[in-house]
């Protein structure tokens, strides 16, 4: 299941208001861990479909003699 990219947008847009405007240590702290673990996790699918986009066009690519 893919996510709606404007809800990820939204998602991370709120939690970076969150850190930004929080007067709170806790919620800062949770808020950029949060922003972390989003960001790490969009980049780690990033690299997989990279890898697997690769390896769909090598086996899809014909042999040139």
Do not use: H, W
Request: glycine content about 2%.
């Amino acid at each position: 299941i893919e996510p709606d990219p404007r809800s990820v947008l939204q998602i991370v847009r709120t939690c970076f208001n969150i850190y930004l405007t929080t007067r709170s240590k806790i919620n800062e702290a949770t808020a950029q861990g949060s922003l972390s673990q989003i960001i790490q996790s969009i980049f780690a699918k990033m690299e997989q479909k990279k890898v697997s986009d690769e390896t769909n066009r090598i086996r899809c690519d014909p042999i040139k003699l």
